[in-house]
T-cell receptor, first 116, second 112 residues
């Protein structure tokens, strides 16, 4: 596998379910990100990790819980979601954090989440 | 604060037409600038980037020049193809920060 992979690609869950999204990067990068992409809205940054440490949490509700066990893997644990949480969830990685070095982000294909 | 503003879509062009998608930014310091493309059902892919003023990024016939005096990074292509149909995102990363800032995306449809 190369690049950034995400599983599952599609997920349908009820509001009382608990599920997890998985992201893996095979690029040797140190920083990983979760984004939410909703129709007709800008890309929303959710969480940023650098060397496994969380550096940003953009006021994300606690029903979203990230986990980064190592620099290659990132999880998003989901519980008691709302229908408005239905969206495409994108994982990305970069060599290091954004600041000033021109490092680009590499994105996975996303998980299309539907909350019923 | 940092932000990116790009032209509203959708944009519909005939094949071989000239493309411009406008992007302006607000940033402190000297950001790096990017254009990403998203094809249906996929994640975002880097199209091109520029890391300092007057740099020109180019890839697959697309070009954009980092203009500090006008705080702009407009995307251009001389002759679009049907396969260029996608959503295009302008983005910046701020010097000393740890985030990327994305525009809202511009949907492009190229018709034969």
């Amino acid at each position: 596998e190369t690049g950034v992979t995400q599983t599952p690609r599609h997920l349908v869950m009820g509001m009382t379910n608990k599920k997890s999204l998985k992201c893996e990067q095979h690029l040797g990068h140190n920083a990983m990100y979760w984004y939410k992409q909703s129709a007709k809205k800008p890309l929303e940054l959710m969480f940023v990790y650098n060397f496994k440490e969380q550096t940003e949490n953009n006021s994300v509700p606690s029903r979203f819980s990230p986990e980064c066990p190592n620099s290659s893997h990132l999880f998003l644990h989901l519980h008691t979601l709302q229908p408005e949480d239905s969206a495409l969830y994108l994982c990305a990685s970069s060599q290091d954090l954004a600041g000033g070095q021109g490092y680009e982000q590499y994105f996975g294909p996303g998980t299309r989440l539907t909350v019923t | 604060g940092n932000s990116v503003t790009q032209m509203e879509g959708p944009v519909t062009l005939s094949e071989e037409a000239f493309l411009t998608i406008n992007c302006t930014y607000t940033a402190t310091g000297y950001p790096s600038l990017f254009w990403y493309v998203q094809y249906p059902g996929e994640g975002l892919q880097l199209l091109l980037k520029a890391t300092k003023a007057d740099d020109k990024g180019s890839n697959k016939g697309f070009e954009a020049t980092y203009r500090k005096e006008t705080t702009s990074f407009h995307l251009e292509k001389g002759s679009v193809q049907v396969s260029d149909s996608a959503v295009y995102f302008c983005a910046l990363s701020d010097q000393g920060g740890n985030q990327f800032y994305f525009g809202t995306g511009t949907s492009l449809t190229v018709i034969p």
